[in-house]
């Protein structure tokens, strides 16, 4: 693995690999036991849009890790003032060890990638988040025991964290159903991939079919960052996606709830519903940090 640019890329056997990784990274992290695989190295965190989450726990991971984190805010950087990427890419392979970046256009990710000498990983963009699905295959392997066989579904926009589910869904072994508004599907690239698992895969417009009987069920903002100015309207579009107590009574009992955050309660999921599963939904983001560092480990120090 060179670089995280989108879960397509990887194979299986490198999901479960990053996993297991990350199981044994939090273990050493919760018993005190030091990990400095990557003494020494510096990794580039460039922020072409807001984070909470994404920034800190690639800050702390790569401090826990041994390394030192350099935020870069691409208001602050030239690449900001029009600096073509191919020249940010090959000026920072000189001082980083590897580059996190959160940008619009996945083209921008994969050229980073192309251009540069060092590991590149997608932080999000407007098609894909790696790093959050990561994160999500590890909280939901945590709390069932497995991941091959369940049937987790996905409700609301087709975005970043649909298109990033479903892959990392599929190639894990799960049943994916996705239930979003007629306009407002997963990629075409997703959606070309997803074809060949038959059955495994479903993409309807009612959520309650996409719900029925699964064993996680998870959901995302109706708009997107980039997408403030279409508010309204996805609003509209939106009505009636969300996750709530009746919806929930058409997956399995025990059924756990997702959701990447920052949430809009009383959109896409009650605060009932929230509330009720914030245990599972914090534990996801807390594991945002033990995959990141799995992540980092196995780009910069792959003999760990
Ligand atoms: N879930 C997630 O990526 O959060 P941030 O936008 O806060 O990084
Ligand atoms: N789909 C959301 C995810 C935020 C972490 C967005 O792109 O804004």
Request: charged fraction near 25%; include cysteine; hydrophobic fraction near 40%.
């Amino acid at each position: 693995m060179k670089h995280l640019l989108k879960l397509l890329d990887l194979t299986t056997e490198e999901i479960i690999d990053i996993l297991n990784l990350a199981d044994q990274l939090k273990y050493e992290s919760k018993h005190g036991i030091p990990h400095h695989h990557l003494k020494g190295k510096t990794l580039g965190m460039i922020f072409q849009k807001s984070s909470t989450r994404t920034r800190v726990s690639f800050e702390v991971g790569m401090v826990q890790l041994g390394g030192y984190p350099l935020f870069l805010s691409a208001n602050d950087l030239q690449i900001g003032r029009g600096e073509p990427v191919q020249d940010t890419a090959r000026v920072l392979s000189r001082f980083l060890d590897a580059i996190m970046i959160r940008t619009f256009a996945q083209q921008e990710v994969e050229d980073l990638a192309k251009y540069g000498a060092i590991p590149v990983i997608n932080g999000l963009t407007d098609s894909f988040h790696p790093c959050q699905v990561l994160a999500d295959l590890m909280t939901i392997r945590e709390h069932k025991g497995k991941l091959e066989g369940l049937k987790l579904c996905y409700i609301g926009d087709g975005n970043n964290m649909a298109n990033s589910l479903t892959v990392g869904g599929l190639k894990t072994g799960m049943e994916v159903s996705i239930a979003t508004p007629k306009g407002y599907e997963p990629a075409g690239t997703v959606l070309d991939f997803a074809k060949g698992f038959g059955e495994k895969f479903k993409l309807v417009n009612d959520i309650f079919e996409a719900a029925k009987d699964a064993d996680v069920v998870v959901t995302d903002v109706w708009a997107s960052m980039g997408q403030e100015g279409e508010a309204e309207a996805r609003q509209k579009a939106f009505a009636g996606f969300q996750v709530n107590k009746e919806l929930l009574k058409a997956a399995k009992p025990d059924v756990m709830v997702q959701h990447c955050l920052p949430a809009h309660r009383e959109e896409e999921i009650t605060t009932e519903v929230f509330e009720m599963h914030i245990d599972e939904i914090l534990d996801e983001a807390e594991n945002r940090l033990h995959a990141q560092k799995a992540v980092l480990v196995k780009l910069l120090n792959p003999d760990v």
